[in-house]
T-cell receptor, first 111, second 112 residues
Framework: DVKVTQSSRYLVKRTGEKVFLECVQD?????MFWYRQDPGLGLRLIYF???????EKGDIPEGYSVSREKKERFSLILESASTNQTSMYLC??????????FGQGTRLTVV | LAKTTQPISMDSYEGQEVNITCSHN???????ITWYQQFPSQGPRFIIQ???TKVTNEVASLFIPADRKSSTLSLPRVSLSDTAVYYC?????????????FGAGTRLAVHP
């Protein structure tokens, strides 16, 4: 069974902290994605990676960075968390010829 | 990537057929139309994909007219468990990666 695993389901962090959200996939997929989801706004793409060490900005990359040192792992980094980054974060992966598979999401609260 | 437009919300009753239309006027020749479904507190999941005419699987049907500028997701005889958000995406399937852009989706509410 395909699996995309996000390291935490719920996370509470303080303003100014550096936050790491981890995502691991076991399907040898080339593509990995980070989205955030806020009420009424659907999923908005933060960053996308199409290969190890390769990344591309999505629609809302400001305040975020990413790291992909291994094919199976894609990390989202909030360099200095702010309250407006409180959101649901969703990771996904896909190959060149398959649909995307999503993790369960991480609900991040920044206080 | 072609931008998509779909209704923000729809209401239906159990047992009815629901049709959700998506506009994608700038779709390119090698683009496919893909639909995802998202239940509360879960990530989206793929339900159907098509290039032209009609595609049917155990969950839904997808109708795509000849000009491919729109598509319609059809859910036969919906039940309460079909209450979800439905997203229409345009994706490339040839020559390169797919940068999946979701919009706000269509929130479908099925009533008893």
């Amino acid at each position: 069974d395909v699996k995309v695993t996000q390291s935490s389901r719920y996370l509470v962090k303080r303003t100014g902290e550096k936050v790491f959200l981890e995502c691991v996939q076991d399907m040898d997929h080339e593509n990995m994605f980070w989205y955030r989801q806020d009420p009424g706004l659907g999923l908005r793409l933060i960053y996308f990676s199409y290969d190890v060490k390769m990344k591309e900005k999505g629609d809302i990359p400001e305040g975020y960075s990413v790291s992909r040192e291994k094919k199976e792992r894609f990390s989202l980094i909030l360099e200095s968390a702010s309250t407006n980054q409180t959101s649901m974060y969703l990771c996904a992966s896909s190959s060149l010829s398959t649909e995307a598979f999503f993790g369960q999401g991480t609900r991040l609260t920044v206080v | 990537l072609a931008k998509t437009t779909q209704p923000i919300s729809m209401d239906s009753y159990e047992g009815q057929e629901v049709n959700i239309t998506c506009s994608h006027n700038n779709i390119a020749t090698n683009d496919y139309i893909t639909w995802y479904q998202q239940f509360p507190s879960q990530g989206p999941r793929f339900i159907i994909q098509g290039y032209k005419t009609k595609v049917t699987n155990e969950v839904a049907s997808l109708f795509i007219p000849a000009d491919r500028k729109s598509s319609t997701l059809s859910l036969p005889r919906v039940s309460l468990s079909d209450t979800a958000v439905y997203y229409c995406l345009v994706v490339k399937r040839a020559g390169g990666y797919n940068k999946l852009i979701f919009g706000a989706g269509t929130r479908l509410a099925v009533h008893p």
